[in-house]
């Protein structure tokens, strides 16, 4: 995982002693990105300054297109000038239109609200990709191999792969000449398949798993590469690429795994060429992987490895010439969000022989992708590779929960000395790997674990006194590394791994507190809105279609942008997709009769325990809240009409939800924790009934002995609406219990990630059929942050933020970080001799409103003096049991009597 490495400059306001630091400086939430497609790229900064209540009074950004006129401060692409703002993210790119290709270096300088201006940046770049079909001059190749011929059916439903494949890899290659000085060259490439680029023998770039998962008849991603340096001046050069079968051979029924690569060279006397794929490449399917696929694993011979096949001179008269194929007639569209690639290795902390020459590595951490291995031994001797989530009480492998996903690599050595291996076009989630068929004993040594998942920049660290909460937040975040794969999937082990749209929806605010998910999230919304029918209903999971129009499930088209909008102050996608949106909720009204819809949201609560709330029930739920959040993004859009008759749509379905599900007393029929989870949270019952149904929660809560009951759409609700409700202490009561079903039970059993289910065994102790690795119940995280640490957002994008802690006397203390779009929140409370101590950090050019739990607001001192003196904390409310107050940017040290 890499934190996105700031473009840090120390930038010393004239005029002024004070230092300012801008960093961090991204375009389309990335770094530097190569690329791009969006034609008005939106840019960030980050503002670092010691100084309390620092604000932006102004910014000039400057945009070239070259280093060297952005270095004599002319922005040939656009000057902003000095625009009055405190604008320091989402700022839209206003300068000339950008066309396919251009390269843009850009900086920016600040003032403070007293006109000082800072130094200009550091420069950041971008470059834009190729935004029409007619810049592609490249054909589709492919080795001809029909894949699903040679394909064994194993099942049918569309969420599993339906297929066994064992069919080698495609090896393609095209040689060339550069007989000129190179100014720059740039390749752009996308595959149906997975595809690895090389250039004379070394491999482009460090991404895996691309070009990525979409509706690959619908839109392909391709990637752009700088390969400038990777050319050989003067030389004949080669192209090669391997092609692995990935979700466009398994999910989509691809038939033939198919390559697009355009190489553009530009010379430096002003000439240009272009190299395609075309008629002109060769093919092979005889080389060292013998079969790959991401769910059943990779076989590798390295007998067969032929050296130099990616470099000038190699001799490929026995490889045949590729067929030129038909490629997707969908978009072709730049990666938006970030690359999936190795992002840390594992040591093994075990190695048991459970059975003769069976060999069982514990990685100590349950993750996704692969180990490698080391080994020496004779040629032609098969290493066999199992992986698995668990053991059984023998010792060995427990793959019951993988389904038909065979998990298996393999490697045939070429007995030259010491031999390393890892596969390339497969992944799954493991704790356990096997090796059989080793030469000699393996050591520890001899096995590492590559952890492998979509590079999200990491946004929060969490700390606490109590042990098993910590444990629980890092099982939360190793579940989302393992599922943040290129799409937000549900488990990364056994033979389903779907972009399951009620599982985004309900992790996605967890998720963007752990780490920055807005790219990622841009990436797969464009592939969900691919999806949406043409009636308006959207599936169930995406890429693929097969159900359709599930509550819960589907209104994750709503609530992920929202999210969006909400944690990073992205309205973009609001726009994009609201006429999606809208026509989701006519499809709904299309549904309903007297505004209620009679189908059935079939997971319904899904995994509950014994409490199934009823499932039309939530379908309407869900209605009324989607429209409700319908009105609210009307309202950012300033769509007023629009937001008008979504508020009425509420008010209708909130009365027929009343009348059909609610009791005068308030109960709801089902009478299930998260029957009155959604009516509370969704704003569903008012008056009277609210205050019953409150008390109907607790009820339901204290009948199960004071545990929750809640499946994946409940349990994300239930911390949350227990705080709004003012019953921290019941919230409290349920995080901390560590018996079945609470979320400390599967870590005092011994779980590293969160659990598919509140208990992954029979009764008899053996381990039953579900993921172990699924983030869904993961969902808690958001109150870990925005309430037992207190940091919030007030208002869209964390410009202002809201610190209010809810402390617990069984903790002793709460240490938190998140990265937001503005810079670092900090908070850090304890109870130290006999006083409560908050220290808070808020970024620069941010204001915050601090709730300071207190008994008695004279008691409330900052920095060593009495809070009412400190010159900058505005006093704004004292509570019963806080006082608040307004704060600018800065660190700021509370005590109180609390
Ligand atoms: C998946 C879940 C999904 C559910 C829907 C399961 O198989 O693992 O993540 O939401 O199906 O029913």
Redesign the pocket.
């Known amino acids: 995982m890499r934190i996105a490495i700031a473009t840090a400059a120390i930038l010393v306001m004239s005029g002024c002693a004070s230092e300012v630091s801008v960093s961090n400086l991204r375009c389309e939430y990335l770094v530097n990105p190569l690329g791009i497609d969006a034609v008005k790229p939106r840019i960030s900064w980050v503002i670092e300054s010691e100084h309390r209540g620092w604000k932006q009074g102004a910014y000039r950004v400057l945009v070239a297109s070259s280093a060297a006129d952005l270095r004599a401060d002319i922005g040939d692409l656009w000057d902003s000038g000095k625009v009055a703002s405190d604008q320091t993210a989402q700022v839209e790119y206003q300068g000339k239109t950008l066309d396919s290709r251009v390269q843009c270096w850009w900086k920016v300088q600040v003032w403070d609200r007293d006109g000082r201006a800072s130094k200009w940046s550091e420069p950041a770049a971008w470059s834009m990709g190729l935004l029409n079909r007619a810049d592609w001059q490249a054909h589709w190749i492919s080795d001809g191999v029909n894949r699903q011929a040679a394909a064994t059916q194993s099942e049918s439903n569309k969420?599993k792969p339906s297929k066994c494949l064992d069919l080698p890899s495609a090896y393609m290659r095209k040689e060339f000449k550069v007989n000129k000085a190179v100014r720059r060259a740039t390749v752009y490439v996308t595959a149906l398949g997975l595809y690895e680029l090389y250039i004379n023998g070394v491999r482009v770039g460090d991404e895996y798993f691309t070009p990525g998962w979409t509706q690959y008849d619908k839109r392909a991603n391709y990637q752009t590469y700088d390969v400038t340096a990777m050319l050989e001046y003067g030389q004949g050069n080669a192209l090669g690429a391997i092609m692995g079968a990935g979700w466009y051979v398994l999910r989509h029924a691809g038939e033939k795994v198919e390559l697009l690569v355009q190489l553009e060279i530009d010379y430096k006397d002003g000439t240009k060429e272009v190299i395609v794929s075309d008629g002109s490449w060769k093919a092979t399917n005889d080389g060292p992987i013998l079969s790959s696929n991401i769910f059943d694993g990779e076989h590798y011979d390295a007998g067969k490895e032929m050296a130099g096949w990616s470099r000038y001179g190699y001799d490929d008269s026995n490889w045949k010439p590729v067929e030129l194929s038909k490629g997707t007639e969908g978009t072709l569209t730049a990666h938006a969000g970030v690359p999936i690639r190795r992002i840390m290795n594992i040591r093994p902390v075990k190695v048991t022989e459970p059975n003769n020459g069976v060999y069982v590595f514990d990685m100590g951490q349950n993750f996704a992708g692969w180990a490698r291995i080391r080994v020496k031994g004779p040629p032609g001797t098969k290493v066999t590779i199992r992986y698995a989530e668990r053991v059984s009480k023998d010792g060995l492998l427990d793959t019951k929960n993988l389904g038909s996903a065979r998990c298996t690599d393999s490697y045939i050595l070429n007995g030259q000395g010491l031999e390393e291996w890892e596969p390339r076009f497969t992944s799954r989630g493991f704790q356990y790997v096997e090796l059989t068929g080793y030469p000699g004993k393996p050591g520890l040594d001899d096995v590492t674990g590559v952890v492998v998942h979509s590079d999200l920049p990491v946004a929060g660290l969490f700390e606490c006194s109590n042990e098993m909460l910590n444990k629980l937040w890092r099982n939360i975040v190793w579940s989302q590394r393992s599922n943040y794969f290129d799409v937000p999937m549900?488990?990364p082990q056994r033979n389903?791994r779907m972009g399951?749209t009620?599982?985004a929806q309900i992790f996605i605010r967890t998720g963007c507190y752990n780490m920055d998910s807005a790219a990622f999230y841009t990436n797969w919304l464009r592939t969900l809105n691919d999806m949406q029918t043409a009636d308006g209903a959207y599936p169930?999971f995406a890429p693929l279609i097969d159900l359709v129009g599930t509550a819960g499930w589907a209104d994750a088209a709503v609530i992920c942008p929202l999210t969006i909008y909400q944690m990073y102050g992205d309205k973009r996608l609001l726009e994009r997709y609201y006429y999606n949106m809208v026509k989701w909720i006519e499809y709904q009204q299309g549904k309903s009769k007297n505004y209620l819809r009679p189908e059935q949201c079939w997971?319904g609560d899904?995994l509950n325990v014994r409490a199934n709330t009823p499932k039309d029930l939530i379908t309407n739920a869900y209605f009324a809240y989607s429209t409700r959040l319908m009105a609210e993004i009307a309202d950012v859009l300033g769509k007023e009409a629009d937001a008008k008759k979504f508020r009425e749509l509420f008010e209708n379905i909130k009365e027929a939800f009343n009348k059909a599900y609610i009791e005068p007393d308030g109960k709801i029929k089902g009478n299930t924790q998260t029957d009155y989870l959604m009516a509370l949270s969704f704003a569903l019952v008012d008056g009277d009934r609210r205050a019953q149904a409150q008390k109907h929660l607790i009820e339901c809560i204290e009948e199960r002995g004071w545990r929750l009951s809640t499946g994946?759409l409940g349990v994300k609700l239930l911390l949350p609406t227990l705080t709004d409700i003012g019953r921290d202490d019941v919230a409290y009561k349920l995080l901390l219990n560590d018996t079945y079903p609470s979320w400390g039970y599967p870590v005092k059993s011994g779980a590293a990630t969160i659990w598919?289910a509140w208990e992954a065994r029979n009764k008899d102790g053996t381990w039953n059929a579900a993921?172990m690795n699924?983030y869904?119940y993961g969902s808690v995280g958001e109150w870990m942050f925005s309430t037992m640490a207190g940091i919030d957002t007030d208002g869209p994008g964390f410009s202002r933020i809201i610190i209010r802690p809810r402390p617990c006397r069984e903790i002793t203390f709460v240490r938190a970080g998140y990265v937001s779009v503005h810079g670092k929140i900090e908070t850090y409370w304890q109870y130290r001799d006999g006083r409560f101590k908050l220290d808070v950090t808020i970024p620069a050019n941010t204001t915050a409103t601090v709730y300071v739990p207190a008994k008695d607001a004279g008691s409330v001192m900052e920095s060593g003096r009495n809070a009412a003196q400190v010159e900058g904390l505005k006093l704004v409310k004292k509570q019963s049991n806080a006082v608040v107050y307004e704060i600018g940017s800065g660190r700021y040290s509370f005590v109180s009597n609390f």
């Open positions: 969420s549900d488990c389903e399951w009620g599982d169930d997971p899904w994946f598919e993921s699924h869904a």
